[in-house]
């Protein structure tokens, strides 16, 4: 009986415990400008429903992403500006 109880306790204390869990890197569906993990150019990412920053996209040459927080967007711009 003793055998019992004591593999349902770590039975118990397996399923309660949090394995590999990370936490959220960012929340779903909102945006950032990153540069291009490749080619280091400027751009933008998104997350995705797994917590997780995706590199979405490039700018255009000769432009830079400026993120505006009135409506959590970035957007690439003139880098002269």
């Known amino acids: 009986m ?9 039975a118990a204390v397996a399923v309660a415990s949090p394995t ?3 936490p959220p890197q960012c929340t779903p569906a909102t945006y ?8 280091h150019a400027e751009g933008w990412q998104v ?11 490039d700018c ?5 992403c400026k993120f505006l927080e009135a409506n959590g967007s970035p957007y690439c711009i003139p880098a002269t500006w």
């Open 2 to 10: 003793k055998f019992i109880t004591a593999i349902l306790t770590l």
């Open 20 to 22: 590999g869990t990370n």
């Open 32 to 39: 950032s400008c990153a540069k291009n993990p490749n080619t």
């Open 47 to 57: 997350c995705d429903v797994d917590s997780k920053w995706v590199y979405a996209g």
């Open 60 to 64: 255009p040459p000769k432009t830079i």
